[in-house]
Every structure is written in C-alpha cells, then in structure tokens.
C-alpha cells in the first residue's frame, strides 16, 4: 500500500515532459569501492521548480564501455540503461513473464518504469530487475544518454551537451 502512492507520483513524474538537467553538468568522482566513475545529475521539473530525481551515470573502470545511466526519484530507482557485451546474457526475474518480457536478455537493456511498476506493486519491495533488450544501435555514451533522457522525457538543454566525460577511454565515434 506504501508504494502505491509512490508509484503515482512516478507515473506523472515520467509521463511529465517539464523536466530538464539543472543547469551545467556536475562534476564526475571516482567512487573507489565500485571501482567507477560516478556522476549525478540534478533534474528540475519546471512546473514546480523542485528537484526530486537525478540521472545517475556509472562508468566502470576495468570495463569503461558497459556503463549505465539510471534515473532516481528521491534515490529509489525508477529506470536504468545498462551496456553489456552482446554476448553476455542475463536471466530475466521471473516476474517477467507476467508483464510479456524475455526470460533472457543479452547486451544493452533497459529496466523500464513501465516494465517494473507492477512488480515493485505486487511485492512490495522497490526494485527494478526486470529487464528489457534494446535493439537500437546506441554505439557511443553520448547516443546512450540521449536516448535515455528522450524515454524519460527530460529535456536536455544546448548548453549541456556534449556531456563532459571522465578520461577513462570511452569509446567515442
């Protein structure tokens, strides 16, 4: 029953399309127990003037191009792009089947708010594992973050882009 209300909110947050990045991009940390590169980024939602969600960006260090990028309300999870090889597969949680996904995803996915709602709904318990594949070609960070932003509908404005990545050999095309 908590969630419920929670998951309204969610909902208009998503469907919501007054929401930019907060002004210049932050700066990026080297969180040492991840092994990562980390940034967040504040998103305004311009109705209210009030912050409640950020993006997240996670970039590893061993691996730099398997990252992701996951949008957070109030520090729950609501959505997250993930990079993995194309041949690395992971098995879908089984309440996947429930909502029509894939036992199986390989490569690049997502975990859609769409897809997790009724799960986080049905046991109670703020999670997002079910997984989506991604078929589009997003082949650099860049194509990435845009894409995500476009299915979260936040705005991105001129002056936040190219987004400033850490020194850490991305690929870029």
């Keep these: 029953m908590v969630y419920d209300a929670k998951a309204a909110i969610v909902d208009d947050l998503i ?3 007054a ?4 002004d210049y991009q932050p700066h990026w940390t080297f969180a040492a127990g991840y092994r990562d590169h980390q940034l967040s ?16 960006f996670r970039i590893p260090e061993e691996h730099p191009e398997y990252c992701s990028i996951s949008y957070l309300h ?15 597969c992971k098995a879908n ?23 997790n709602r009724q799960y986080i709904l049905a046991t109670n318990t703020w999670d997002i594992p079910l997984r989506r594949q991604v078929d589009e070609n997003l082949s650099n960070f860049e194509q990435m973050f845009y894409w995500f932003c476009t ?3 936040v705005r991105i404005q001129p002056h936040n882009t190219p987004i400033q990545l850490p020194d850490v050999g991305l690929w870029r095309h």
């Design 74 to 88: 109030r520090g729950d999870p609501v959505c997250r792009l993930d990079r993995d090889s194309d041949d690395v």
């Design 93 to 115: 949680h089984p309440f996947a089947r429930q909502v029509g996904l894939s036992p199986e995803v390989c490569g690049l996915h997502i975990h859609s708010w769409p897809d």
């Design 15 to 17: 469907a919501s399309t």
């Design 151 to 153: 299915h979260i509908n």
């Design 19 to 22: 929401k930019t990045l907060q």
């Design 41 to 56: 980024w504040p998103v305004l939602e311009e109705d209210s003037g009030v912050t409640r969600s950020q993006i997240r």
